[in-house]
């Protein structure tokens, strides 16, 4: 079946970097335009980053551009996250998704989801 | 600050109907369609409505979506405890800062 599964994330001090990755499992990645987004402990969805198939066309949110990196590779079906310049309101829950058509917003599957807490 | 508008909590008794807006502007909803997404306690989101008003498979009819102008509703009929969720509103946001935007969330108590 469809899986998404992050992993590596952890606890990181301020000014810190962590590399996020996502494997997808049951269906090509390649076919799928993929994102990421992240929840603060007992806040609402924010998105991070999008990227397209071919890794040719990528948005960022404000809150993380020019630290954050997301890239994919899709013979090994994963998506990465790398995050650099962390700070404590980075903390968060970040979900990788995907969707088949782009800017639709139609993430019809999501991974669990991996914890990142930034403090000293 | 969201950029889409969604009432932060909703209440309603099992087998009610309850009518969760969300409310956007001409960078976004104008041109985009709206996502629905369902947050069960400790779990990811779940895709309930995309392009406006369509469900994914295995999602049942008690759930529609619809849009007009620059606003969205997703209403749920026959309410049950299980429906007792956050639930989030998604788009494209096509201003200066391209990119996907989510309402506040609404969080649905089944009283």
């Known amino acids: 079946q469809v899986q998404l599964v992050e992993s590596g994330g952890g606890l990181v001090k301020p000014g810190g970097s962590l590399r996020l990755s996502c494997a997808g499992s049951?269906?090509?990645?390649?076919?799928?335009?993929m994102t990421w987004i992240r929840q603060a402990p007992g806040k609402g969805l924010e998105w991070i980053s999008y990227?397209?198939?071919?890794?040719?066309?990528?948005y960022y949110a404000d809150s993380v551009k020019g630290r954050f990196t997301i890239s994919r590779d899709n013979a090994k079906n994963s998506l990465y996250l790398q995050m650099n310049s962390l700070r404590a309101d980075d903390t968060a829950v970040y979900y990788c998704?995907?969707?088949?058509?782009?800017?639709?917003?139609?993430?019809?599957?999501w991974g669990q989801g991996t914890l990142v807490t930034v403090s000293s | 600050q969201s950029v889409l508008t969604q009432p932060p909590s909703l209440s309603a008794a099992p087998g009610q109907k309850v009518t969760i807006s969300c409310s956007g502007s001409?960078?976004?909803?104008?041109?985009?369609?709206v996502s629905w997404y369902q947050q069960l306690p400790g779990t990811a989101p779940k895709l309930l409505i995309y392009e406006n008003d369509k469900r994914p498979s295995g999602i049942p009819d008690r759930f529609s979506g619809s849009k007009s102008g620059t606003s969205a509703t997703l209403a749920i009929t026959g309410l049950q405890t299980g429906d007792e969720a956050d639930y989030y509103c998604g788009t494209w946001d096509y201003s200066l800062s391209a990119g996907v935007v989510f309402g506040g969330g609404t969080k649905l108590t089944v009283l």
């Open positions: 990227i397209s198939t071919s890794s040719s066309t990528i």
């Open positions: 998704a995907r969707e088949v058509l782009f800017g639709m917003v139609s993430f019809d599957s």
């Open positions: 049951g269906f090509s990645l390649s076919d799928y335009y």
């Open positions: 001409s960078s976004n909803f104008r041109h985009g369609y």
